[in-house]
């Protein structure tokens, strides 16, 4: 049977079941919409200057950043997109939480103290610190904003399935409709609430995911008596793969390539972490870098706990519903799942369906608020402020220019989020993780570890990590060539065989940074990178 029936089917369940308690689900979806941009609102109120626009005012504890960037970092991907892959391909889907959660180690351990002690509002502040101002600071605004777009097309995706599956809506009309919905709310998040407001949305979207997921992880649990092994049999008893299931190989190890994929994947998501713009902005809403390094450790213990809930809901989800009646990519696993446990038909399980949707939406609005503001920022601060006005920027000229950015940036991502709207999220995000460990992370390490780093070193490391990776994804599978999850199905434009471009375009970023600098002429200012090396030690005379 064909995933597109498979597909059709879960939508038409998922509708007749519904149907009766749909007045309920949408009035509780509405709330937690209506709450969200209240307390956007109340933010914005008290957002007043650059800092504040930017880094919160720099006010936020240690505890309510490691909130805020737990609610950052658990997007659409790890909520709707992990717990779809390991129920359609068991062991082989739970990579995602393993690569997600490992690569915290490198953000802790080389990136968040330095970031936080070197810049004041963007990855750009830190590359620009010893090298020539405007090159750098365009290259860094240009990489921030392709890296962002890339994982907002994987929020407008699980949006689009979210609210199709909750309002019953099988029509592509209805899908688009509803990605440029997303994209309108997220416009208003960001020029309303800034820096602010977008935390307080995520810190309150963390609370809220982690109690869902942990209301689901006991009720599947419960449903099994506890007992985890009986969990995992039926599980691969449903999916029709047998002990294959719970084994590596189903979706990675069929062939040579996908073991390659598998391996550029687990590169892209162990070192994208330490690359992601709206990541790397948490950092300095925090007055101090001890705050920052605790911060992370929060984060760390939220997100890996998180991370082992996943489990539960996707091998809940392949154990009680089943793979075949799981829609296509994935993606309304976990909200199917909600309905389940409340009781599919029932009051309780339009309860259950609607709180977990709306908390997933609540995830992907708040996700999509950080990953606009900080391209955004970034094109205000370091390509409007510091490239086009040479540094003569008032500070609310920047915000108007930050303000301006974010509706064009938001009508870029619902044009480019209608055609990612059938695909796995997880996958989508992967490319983002790919695309910043490319382009990012070797400048900012060789920035804050490299005396002999020069500008030439950082444009080739910036604009060849971002070329290579972005155009192996374009002539990837991802984009054309599969009829089942390509972006573009009919035509076929594919001959790179790997649908994450990690393996090749992670160490070409590192390579070309390399030989950029080794060919460059200009003499590196060794008094600049010792004050910066001093200033990302110690904190003396950070911001």
Do not use: C
Not at 282 to 303: L, Q
Request: aromatic share 10%.
């Amino acid at each position: 049977m064909s995933a597109a029936y498979h597909s059709h089917t879960a939508v038409t369940l998922a509708a007749s079941s519904t149907s009766e308690h749909r007045p309920l689900i949408i009035t509780l979806f509405a709330v937690f919409v209506a709450a969200t941009l209240g307390i956007t609102v109340w933010a914005g109120r008290q957002t007043r200057s650059a800092s504040d626009f930017y880094a919160g005012g720099r006010q936020f504890t240690a505890f309510q950043n490691g909130l805020a960037v737990s609610g950052d970092y658990m997007s659409a991907a790890s909520f709707l997109g992990i717990a779809g892959a390991i129920a359609l391909f068991g062991y082989d889907g739970f990579l995602y939480s393993i690569g997600f959660l490992v690569a915290w180690l490198v953000a802790l351990l080389l990136v968040a103290e330095p970031l936080r002690n070197s810049g004041r509002y963007t990855m750009g502040d830190v590359l620009a610190y010893r090298m020539r101002q405007r090159p750098v600071r365009t290259a860094a605004g240009v990489s921030t904003i392709i890296v962002s777009i890339f994982y907002l097309l994987a929020q407008m995706a699980g949006a689009g399935a979210l609210v199709t599956l909750l309002l019953g809506i099988s029509s592509d009309g209805g899908k688009i409709l509803i990605v440029a919905l997303v994209g309108v709310l997220m416009i208003v998040y960001v020029t309303i609430g800034g820096m602010k407001g977008t935390t307080w949305v995520q810190m309150v979207k963390a609370v809220l995911l982690i109690a869902g997921a942990l209301l689901m992880t006991l009720m599947v649990l419960w449903k099994f008596d506890f007992n985890v092994s009986d969990l995992l049999g039926t599980a691969a008893e449903k999916s029709g793969h047998g002990s294959a299931f719970l084994e590596p190989g189903l979706k990675y190890g069929a062939t040579g390539t996908s073991k390659l994929d598998f391996l550029s994947l687990g590169l892209a998501l162990v070192l994208g972490t330490a690359g992601l713009p709206h990541i790397l902005i948490r950092f300095y809403t925090v007055p101090t870098a001890k705050a920052a390094r605790k911060s992370v450790n929060w984060a760390i213990g939220i997100i890996g706990a998180f991370y082992l809930m996943t489990i539960a809901l996707g091998f809940g989800a392949a154990a009680l519903i089943g793979p075949k009646n799981i829609e296509a990519p994935g993606n309304t696993a976990a909200p199917q799942l909600a309905e389940y446990l409340g009781g599919t038909g029932t009051t309780g399980g339009a309860v259950m369906l609607a709180v977990i949707s709306a908390v997933a939406f609540a995830t992907i609005l708040a996700v999509v608020a950080g990953l606009t503001l900080a391209s955004s920022s970034s094109f205000a601060h370091d390509i409007y402020a510091n490239v086009i006005r040479k540094g003569q920027a008032t500070e609310q000229e920047e915000m108007k220019a930050a303000r301006w950015s974010t509706v064009f940036i938001g009508a870029a991502a619902i044009v480019l989020g209608v055609f990612a709207r059938d695909m796995n999220v997880a996958g989508l995000v992967a490319l983002a993780f790919a695309v910043a460990a490319s382009a990012n992370l070797p400048t900012i390490l060789y920035s804050l570890f490299w005396k002999r780093f020069t500008t030439r070193g950082a444009l080739w490391s910036i604009y060849g990590g971002l070329a290579s990776s972005v155009i192996l994804v374009l002539f990837s599978p991802v984009v054309s060539g599969n009829e089942k999850s390509s972006m573009f199905k009919g035509v076929d434009f594919a001959w790179f065989p790997l649908e994450n471009p990690g393996l090749i375009s992670i160490p070409l970023g590192f390579l070309l940074g390399w030989i950029g600098s080794l060919l460059s002429k200009e003499e590196p200012d060794k008094g600049k990178y010792a004050e910066l090396e001093v200033k990302s030690l110690t904190g003396i005379g950070a911001h």
